[in-house]
């Protein structure tokens, strides 16, 4: 069963990517990226739509990215996708999908190695292939290694498997693995954790992960005063909150239609969510869509009054920001960097106990109260997202290289 909310495209388009060797300009910088999954592969979420986010942005760097033949939780090769060689995606992105079998640290380096970048940029902290491997064959190499942590070292994911992952860290502290290496965080609060974590003296840059640079202007919607229609895109998941944004909707009195997409890789955890459903009033109704592809994560999102994603913990949160440039207000925890957006009538950050009440709030706006606040999630995505984009682009490319 897949693992995440997202269908980044269609596997026949990818399939008809040209298979490329690899091909250098003298005066294009290139940069080595690994990750566990990539496109098309939907499953794992976030990470993959922060990487291929960042390979658009950075058209002034080829990339060439180095990830897995198969998607999160499946076993089966992307159809029509060739393994061991390079597929060009994009006019600056280069693929090397490598099967499971043929996985070998060895060949590994043998594929960097003949990239030839000088910047290694790693996605993630704890994969053998994709993290450990890299970082090892960099340093080897010379090159510069960057890390993104990607929420790995936030008390929140550090409570997972907590003695596993204190001894690998340990280990990887006690071999000095870390040595020379610049983190990537996505905030400060990020950086404090990694500092935490590797240590007060290790090199973090602290960049905004990139948004996909779509909206323009609001596409206008009714709303009645006494009903609300929210939308939830992302896992049915304990990490997304899904069962609390479900408890949150016994409180309210008005009529509320909430629209779930995603899928449930746990399926104990959704008979929760199903069992609650089936227990809640007359006046709130919840349906199950399946995944949200990608291309129409925006129109799902236009089409309803506001996103439900209470999730126990965030870096970033695709789905939050694209919910902003929608012109669509959020009803999110704490646990994310998006913070006091009530005084920018961009939303509600709360404490789960507070969630009915915001819930109920928003379902009691007439239209002009929630033009209000929907011209103000707007500006708050103008103000986060699109005016520093040029600034924090110049700094992407510096660290880089």
Same mark, same amino acid.
Request: glycine fraction near 6%.
């Given at each position: 069963?897949?693992?995440?909310?997202?269908?980044?495209?269609?596997?026949?388009?990818?399939?008809?990517?040209k298979?490329?060797?690899?091909?250098?300009?003298?005066?294009?910088?290139?940069?080595?990226?690994t990750?566990?999954?990539?496109?098309?592969?939907t499953?794992?979420?976030?990470?993959?739509?922060?990487?291929?986010n960042?390979?658009?942005?950075?058209?002034?760097?080829?990339?060439?990215?180095?990830?897995? /033949?198969?998607?999160?939780?499946s076993?089966?090769?992307?159809?029509?996708?060739?393994?061991?060689?390079?597929?060009?995606?994009?006019? /600056?992105?280069?693929v090397?999908?490598?099967?499971?079998?043929?996985?070998?640290?060895?060949?590994?380096?043998?594929?960097?190695?003949?990239?030839?970048?000088?910047?290694?940029?790693?996605?993630?902290?704890?994969?053998?292939a994709?993290s450990?491997w890299p970082?090892?064959?960099?340093?080897?190499?010379?090159?510069?290694?960057?890390?993104?942590?990607?929420?790995?070292?936030?008390?929140?994911?550090?409570?997972?498997?907590p003695?596993?992952?204190?001894?690998?860290?340990?280990?990887?502290?006690?071999?000095?693995?870390?040595?020379?290496?610049?983190?990537?965080?996505?905030?400060?609060?990020?950086?404090?954790?990694?500092?935490?974590?590797?240590?007060?003296?290790?090199?973090?840059?602290?960049?905004?992960?990139?948004?996909?640079?779509?909206?323009?202007?609001?596409?206008?919607?009714?709303?009645?005063?006494?009903?609300v229609?929210?939308?939830?895109?992302?896992?049915?998941?304990?990490?997304?909150?899904?069962?609390?944004?479900?408890?949150?909707?016994e409180?309210?009195?008005?009529?509320?239609?909430?629209?779930?997409?995603?899928?449930?890789?746990?399926?104990?955890?959704?008979?929760?969510?199903?069992?609650?459903?089936?227990q809640?009033?007359?006046?709130?109704q919840?349906?199950y /869509?399946?995944?949200?592809?990608?291309?129409?994560?925006?129109?799902?999102?236009?089409?309803?009054?506001a996103?439900?994603?209470?999730?126990?913990g965030? /870096?970033?949160?695709?789905?939050?920001?694209?919910?902003f440039?929608?012109?669509?207000?959020?009803?999110?925890?704490?646990?994310?960097?998006?913070?006091e957006?009530?005084?920018?009538?961009?939303?509600?950050?709360?404490?789960?106990?507070?969630?009915?009440?915001?819930?109920?709030?928003?379902?009691?706006?007439?239209?002009?109260?929630?033009n209000?606040?929907?011209?103000?999630?707007?500006?708050?995505?103008?103000?986060?997202?699109?005016?520093?984009?040029?600034?924090?682009k110049?700094?992407?490319l510096?660290?880089?290289?």
């Amino acid at each position: 069963m897949p693992c995440a909310y997202e269908d980044f495209g269609n596997l026949s388009s990818l399939a008809k990517s040209k298979q490329q060797p690899i091909s250098k300009l003298a005066h294009r910088h290139i940069s080595t990226l690994t990750v566990d999954w990539y496109l098309p592969g939907t499953n794992s979420g976030g990470p993959v739509r922060s990487v291929a986010n960042l390979s658009a942005a950075l058209s002034e760097i080829d990339f060439y990215i180095i990830t897995r /033949n198969t998607d999160y939780c499946s076993t089966e090769p992307y159809e029509g996708i060739p393994a061991n060689t390079w597929v060009q995606q994009e006019a /600056n992105v280069w693929v090397y999908y490598f099967p499971e079998d043929q996985l070998t640290k060895k060949k590994l380096k043998k594929v960097m190695k003949g990239v030839g970048s000088s910047t290694v940029y790693v996605s993630g902290i704890y994969s053998l292939a994709f993290s450990q491997w890299p970082v090892s064959i960099a340093k080897s190499l010379g090159s510069k290694t960057i890390i993104a942590a990607r929420g790995m070292l936030s008390p929140h994911a550090l409570a997972v498997k907590p003695m596993k992952k204190y001894l690998f860290l340990s280990f990887m502290r006690w071999i000095n693995a870390y040595a020379g290496v610049e983190f990537h965080a996505t905030s400060p609060e990020e950086a404090q954790d990694i500092r935490t974590v590797i240590g007060k003296r290790a090199n973090v840059s602290v960049l905004a992960n990139v948004a996909r640079q779509e909206s323009t202007s609001i596409q206008e919607i009714t709303k009645e005063k006494g009903s609300v229609k929210l939308v939830s895109i992302g896992r049915i998941a304990p990490e997304k909150g899904t069962l609390h944004g479900i408890q949150a909707l016994e409180q309210v009195k008005g009529n509320v239609v909430l629209d779930l997409y995603g899928t449930c890789y746990n399926t104990a955890y959704w008979e929760q969510c199903e069992q609650l459903i089936s227990q809640l009033p007359a006046n709130i109704q919840v349906r199950y /869509n399946g995944i949200c592809p990608t291309e129409e994560v925006s129109t799902k999102l236009a089409a309803a009054h506001a996103l439900l994603l209470p999730s126990e913990g965030e /870096n970033y949160g695709h789905a939050i920001v694209e919910s902003f440039g929608q012109g669509r207000p959020v009803l999110i925890s704490k646990h994310t960097p998006w913070q006091e957006l009530a005084s920018q009538k961009a939303g509600w950050d709360v404490a789960y106990e507070s969630l009915g009440n915001a819930i109920s709030e928003l379902a009691e706006m007439d239209q002009h109260t929630y033009n209000t606040w929907s011209e103000g999630a707007f500006h708050y995505y103008q103000k986060m997202i699109v005016l520093p984009f040029e600034e924090n682009k110049k700094a992407y490319l510096r660290m880089m290289g």
